[in-house]
């Protein structure tokens, strides 16, 4: 069991949060896709020869401008150099400008058979501060469009935490998204980077990232309107109806293996992680040009592996296996951590059941980087 993730960075503009490595030049595409299709080729060998993909993912960038020649010639090469479950779940990113009657009709002959969408508000001066490429009224077409295709297998992005006057425009855009029935929501606080231009434009006084305590309320009312319309929260950023999870993100967070392909992409064996390089003209010389793939290899020490483990799990709703951490992993939580697993459970920010599973409560997420960076392995 492992995925794939494919990386195609292009973008039709750039949106002002986004540190994701991306190009908005869209000449090299071709030659890119030409790229990728080698770098499997190059790199089968990084999964074992028996491995089956259950999961397949084109993320960005906008994966959706990719044509439907590119599409084709990047899953035949993948179907040529791994084998591919019956019932793999082949994830496919798009931008709801792109999702066209043409395009989404498209898409639907082609194997892919899960779309995340983008649309990250329906507010449209929201968009706009954002600088996304669609407009409101496209955040609603774009889905609608996509159901009537046939997808049923749907997620939406949204973004909160964006500076109002109040919450208002963050319940419109929850009872706006909860309207579209889709089986998946993925959730995110606006974050400012300082390499994007909400980061530039904070350091110059011209942008003001919404206060702490505004940023939590909204994730409150997220939980609780996701809870009062049966979604469930199966990790801190995605919700679900039941049992409709992401299978790719999921395997991720369980710590199961993945080939990354393309520029900036992280692939990530069990015992080590690669990080090909974020540059798309080096990267495709290197690939086509000399046969190899740019990229650094970062070695995984036992305390490495536990720390990973650490913090992809106390993501989700399943929690951190502290048996799991001393059998196979090393640490014993309990004997070095103890003193703060108590006081996390006396404050109510964590819960360490008989089965030995240490979970956040929903006081607990809010400050889940904090508490793993406390419990990490130095």
């Not at 791994?82 to 498209?106: G, M, W």
């Not at 501060?129 to 295709?149: K, L, P």
């Not at 109040?166 to 929850?174: A, V």
């Not at 300082?194 to 309320?217: H, I």
Request: aromatic share 8%; net charge negative; proline share 4%.
């Amino acid at each position: 069991m492992a995925g794939l993730y494919l990386h195609i960075p292009f973008c039709k503009q750039a949106c002002h949060y986004c540190d994701f490595h991306f190009s908005t030049s869209l000449g090299l595409k071709s030659r890119l896709t030409e790229a990728m299709v080698r770098e499997l080729e190059l790199r089968r060998s990084y999964l074992p020869a028996d491995t089956t993909l259950n999961t397949i993912y084109f993320g960005g960038g906008t994966p959706s401008l990719l044509t439907a020649t590119e599409l084709d010639t990047l899953l035949t090469a993948v179907h040529r150099h791994f084998r591919v479950a019956s019932d793999a779940e082949i994830t496919l990113e798009a931008n709801p400008d792109d999702l066209t009657d043409a395009k989404v009709r498209e898409l639907a002959a082609s194997p892919i058979n899960r779309l995340s969408i983008g649309l990250q508000s329906f507010h449209e001066p929201h968009l706009r501060m954002m600088n996304r490429a669609h407009s409101a009224e496209e955040s609603t077409a774009g889905v609608r469009r996509a159901q009537d295709a046939g997808f049923e297998n749907i997620s939406v992005d949204l973004i909160y935490g964006v500076p109002a006057p109040d919450h208002g425009i963050w319940e419109q855009d929850m009872a706006q998204a909860f309207a579209l029935q889709v089986p998946h929501l993925s959730c995110y606080a606006l974050t400012i980077e300082p390499d994007t231009v909400f980061g530039r434009q904070l350091q110059k006084g011209k942008f003001w990232a919404a206060p702490e305590e505004f940023v939590a309320r909204q994730f409150e009312l997220l939980l609780q309107e996701m809870g009062r319309h049966g979604y469930q929260q199966y990790e801190i950023s995605n919700f679900c109806q039941p049992g409709r999870e992401s299978r790719h993100n999921s395997a991720y967070w369980r710590g199961v293996p993945y080939l990354g392909l393309g520029p900036s992409a992280h692939s990530f064996n069990g015992s080590s992680r690669q990080y090909t390089v974020a540059h798309n003209h080096q990267y495709v010389a290197a690939v086509l040009e000399q046969g190899t793939v740019p990229a650094t290899v970062e070695y995984l020490s036992p305390r490495d592996q536990a720390n990973e483990y650490l913090m992809t799990s106390l993501r989700t709703a399943q929690g951190c296996n502290l048996v799991r951490l001393r059998t196979e992993l090393g640490v014993d939580l309990r004997g070095e951590k103890g003193a703060y697993l108590r006081e996390l459970e006396q404050t109510g920010l964590a819960h360490l059941d008989a089965d030995e599973y240490l979970r956040l409560t929903d006081a607990g997420k809010l400050l889940a980087d904090h508490i793993t960076l406390e419990l990490f392995q130095g």
